[in-house]
T-cell receptor, first 114, second 115 residues
Framework: EPEVTQTPSHQVTQMGQEVILRCVPI?????FYWYRQILGQKVEFLVS????????KSEIFDDQFSVERPDGSNFTLKIRSTKLEDSAMYFC????????????FGPGTRLTVL | QKEVEQNSGPLSVPEGAIASLNCTYS??????FFWYRQYSGKSPELIMS????GDKEDGRFTAQLNKASQYVSLLIRDSQPSDSATYLC???????????????FGKGTKLSVIP
């Protein structure tokens, strides 16, 4: 069964450093998402991406965040200058086409900012 | 501000019993409703989706939706210890930028099934 994959599974970085989180969505899916979950809190939407552009973003997704689909398979989230409060699990998800289609989540990347 | 509210629990039920999980949402134009299961340290995994008022059954799981009351629930029959997890309620809005239909999650209800 196709699945969303994410790398790395765990990333440790120093405050102020740039990190890139990588995702490979399911191959015939057209909508891509990043969510984050701070430990003990709810899953929060960051950004959605369709047709090579951002379709919607939350208040969390400020200028230090960016997303890119550099080739036909990868979908990346870049955090330019990490802060302590960026420490969280970051989940990539993808959806095929219809609004009622399921969003499938990847296993997540645990980001720890020291 | 779109809100999804869940009783955080923990909800403890004995093995074989029915577990009942509840969720309310604030956005009247919410369109689609989902229950995800999340084990500790893992990603959300879809259990059920429901789009219209009434009940929807899938094996041991039944989702119930009442749009007038802005309420959605999940019943788990014959609960098993392997059902012990956090159950996340999620909704999408009918008004979504460029077809985004991103999920708004509740904080989740932690379920413990006691053998």
């Amino acid at each position: 069964e196709p699945e969303v994959t994410q790398t790395p599974s765990h990333q440790v970085t120093q405050m102020g450093q740039e990190v890139i989180l990588r995702c490979v969505p399911i191959s015939n899916h057209l909508y891509f998402y990043w969510y984050r979950q701070i430990l003990g809190q709810k899953v929060e939407f960051l950004v959605s991406f369709y047709n090579n552009e951002i379709s919607e973003k939350s208040e969390i997704f400020d200028d230090q965040f960016s997303v890119e689909r550099p080739d036909g398979s990868n979908f990346t989230l870049k955090i330019r200058s990490t802060k302590l409060e960026d420490s969280a699990m970051y989940f990539c998800a993808s959806r095929r086409t219809q609004s009622t289609d399921t969003q499938y989540f990847g296993p997540g990347t645990r980001l720890t900012v020291l | 501000q779109k809100e999804v509210e869940q009783n955080s629990g923990p909800l403890s039920v004995p093995e074989g019993a029915i577990a009942s999980l509840n969720c309310t949402y604030s956005d009247r134009v919410s369109q689609s409703f989902f229950w995800y299961r999340q084990y500790s340290g893992k990603s959300p995994e879809l259990i059920m989706s429901i789009y219209s008022n009434g009940d929807k059954e899938d094996g041991r799981f039944t989702a119930q939706l009442n749009k007038a009351s802005q309420y959605v629930s999940l019943l788990i029959r014959d609960s098993q210890p392997s059902d012990s997890a956090t159950y996340l309620c999620a909704v999408t809005s009918a008004y979504s930028g460029a077809g985004s239909y991103q999920l708004t999650f509740g904080k989740g209800t932690k379920l413990s099934v006691i053998p």
